[in-house]
């Protein structure tokens, strides 16, 4: 299946600013509701085939897991032993759903909030927390897991994920390169200039935008007036407009635009209309720009309990798998507060490794500066 390259494809209803806020539409992709009703969809159905209620609760159990890590990194931050978290609270759908359907040899870039999907990629625990606790310059070696490191600075992965796809395309592989990234990162030129990259030389890339409805303490209806998936079209870049809370939807609207990536037909622009339910990171305080009203409306569509209610309704979620998953989420939880406490401040001159991957004189006389200075404290090595 390839998806039309026109613009307006599978967008929202009017362009509205309800309908930019809202996940359900009449062209939004939606296959389960929030009150658990799996809905039928010609266009998507075929990619979802293959998941019934023994696979759909296996993506119910990343769900859980994920969102019980999120709440021990954000525990850990408040008692000071991270120094930031930025939480995927209530977003947990659209990140396993897209993160299982990426083959192993595709390549993730993302921005600093994809927790979900380096779990799906197989990052380790405690390298989820690395560099937030400050003892290292990133998480894990991309190369390990195909996946970059979490790039802070806003949409830039996008233009790396644009040239990582034109390297596979260069090696004639079938691999797809997928970038993450927030509905702020949509207004940044990067964006654009990723988008026009991509559609140029049809390169198999993805671009999946959460759209969380906030850039930080801005709402999305500020920067869009209509929904951001009309964007990528006016760059030659079809679109999806998919309900961000729905992990079957994100799953067969995810395999859908990999398979257009593989097949030779370019780039896809995924909207996932999803919403942070906690804060920006744990230095922000959403209750100063946020009505507790909208939290409360959007606890209603929450992207686990759809899957709990469909999975009951089925008969496939008794008290004891229930019990089960909390108690393998729990000891997750565990596992990674544990990792976390042991880890241990770097030597002060590992600042200066891997800096280039060759050696270079001006990084060689800055250890050594470095390296004297130290010496003049007590213990000679800045300690």
């Given at each position: 299946?390839?998806?039309?390259?026109?613009?307006?494809?599978?967008?929202?209803?009017?362009?509205?600013?309800?309908d930019?806020?809202?996940?359900?539409?009449?062209?939004?992709?939606?296959?389960?509701?929030?009150?658990?009703?799996?809905?039928?969809?010609?266009?998507?159905?075929?990619?979802?085939?293959?998941?019934?209620?023994?696979?759909?609760?296996?993506?119910?159990?990343?769900?859980?897991?994920?969102?019980?890590?999120?709440?021990?990194?954000?525990?850990?931050?408040?008692?000071?032993?991270?120094?930031?978290?930025?939480?995927?609270?209530?977003?947990?759908a659209?990140?396993?759903?897209?993160?299982?359907?990426?083959?192993?040899?595709?390549?993730?870039?993302?921005?600093?909030?994809?927790h979900?999907?380096?779990?799906?990629?197989?990052?380790?625990?405690?390298?989820?927390?690395?560099?937030?606790?400050?003892?290292?310059q990133?998480?894990?070696?991309?190369?390990?897991?195909?996946?970059?490191?979490?790039?802070?600075?806003?949409?830039?992965?996008?233009?790396?994920?644009?040239?990582?796809?034109?390297?596979?395309?260069?090696?004639?592989t079938?691999?797809?390169?997928?970038?993450?990234?927030?509905?702020?990162?949509?207004?940044?030129?990067?964006?654009?200039?990723?988008?026009?990259?991509?559609?140029?030389?049809?390169?198999?890339?993805?671009?999946?935008?959460?759209?969380?409805?906030?850039?930080i303490?801005?709402?999305?209806?500020?920067?869009?007036?209509?929904?951001?998936?009309?964007?990528?079209?006016?760059?030659?870049?079809?679109?999806?407009?998919v309900?961000?809370?729905?992990?079957?939807?994100?799953?067969?609207?995810?395999?859908?635009?990999?398979?257009?990536?593989?097949?030779?037909?370019?780039?896809?622009?995924?909207?996932?209309?999803?919403?942070?339910?906690?804060?920006?990171?744990?230095?922000?305080?959403?209750?100063?720009?946020?009505?507790?009203?909208?939290?409360?409306e959007?606890?209603?569509?929450?992207?686990?309990?759809?899957?709990?209610?469909?999975?009951?309704?089925q008969?496939?979620?008794?008290?004891?798998?229930?019990?089960?998953?909390?108690?393998?989420?729990?000891?997750?939880?565990?596992?990674?507060?544990?990792?976390?406490?042991?880890?241990?401040?770097?030597?002060?001159?590992?600042?200066?490794?891997?800096?280039?991957?060759?050696?270079?004189?001006?990084?060689?006389?800055?250890?050594?500066?470095?390296?004297?200075?130290?010496?003049?404290?007590?213990?000679?090595?800045?300690?």
């Amino acid at each position: 299946m390839t998806i039309d390259n026109q613009p307006g494809v599978h967008l929202g209803r009017d362009g509205g600013l309800d309908d930019v806020r809202l996940p359900a539409g009449a062209d939004t992709v939606q296959l389960l509701t929030p009150t658990g009703e799996r809905l039928s969809d010609d266009r998507y159905d075929a990619w979802v085939s293959d998941i019934g209620p023994d696979q759909l609760l296996d993506l119910y159990e990343d769900m859980v897991v994920i969102r019980r890590i999120d709440a021990e990194a954000t525990a850990l931050q408040r008692q000071g032993e991270l120094g930031l978290w930025p939480p995927l609270l209530g977003q947990e759908a659209s990140q396993i759903g897209s993160g299982r359907a990426l083959r192993s040899d595709d390549f993730v870039f993302s921005s600093y909030r994809e927790h979900g999907v380096a779990y799906c990629r197989g990052a380790g625990l405690v390298d989820l927390l690395r560099v937030w606790r400050g003892t290292a310059q990133s998480g894990w070696n991309p190369y390990d897991i195909n996946m970059a490191t979490p790039q802070v600075i806003i949409g830039a992965q996008t233009l790396h994920a644009t040239g990582y796809a034109l390297g596979i395309q260069a090696d004639g592989t079938d691999a797809v390169a997928v970038a993450y990234f927030g509905d702020g990162a949509t207004s940044e030129g990067d964006v654009s200039e990723a988008l026009i990259f991509a559609a140029t030389y049809a390169a198999p890339v993805v671009f999946f935008c959460q759209n969380n409805q906030y850039a930080i303490s801005e709402p999305v209806g500020l920067q869009a007036q209509r929904p951001i998936a009309e964007r990528a079209p006016g760059f030659g870049v079809p679109s999806i407009r998919v309900d961000g809370n729905d992990v079957l939807a994100v799953l067969a609207a995810s395999r859908a635009a990999l398979d257009r990536a593989r097949s030779g037909g370019g780039p896809t622009f995924i909207e996932a209309v999803t919403y942070r339910m906690g804060p920006h990171t744990t230095a922000d305080d959403p209750t100063r720009y946020r009505d507790p009203s909208e939290l409360d409306e959007w606890r209603g569509r929450d992207p686990i309990s759809r899957v709990e209610a469909y999975l009951d309704a089925q008969g496939r979620l008794d008290e004891e798998r229930l019990t089960s998953i909390h108690a393998k989420a729990d000891a997750v939880a565990a596992e990674m507060r544990a990792g976390c406490l042991a880890l241990r401040d770097p030597e002060p001159l590992t600042v200066f490794d891997n800096v280039y991957a060759e050696p270079h004189t001006g990084i060689a006389r800055q250890r050594d500066h470095y390296s004297r200075y130290l010496r003049t404290f007590v213990g000679g090595d800045g300690r």
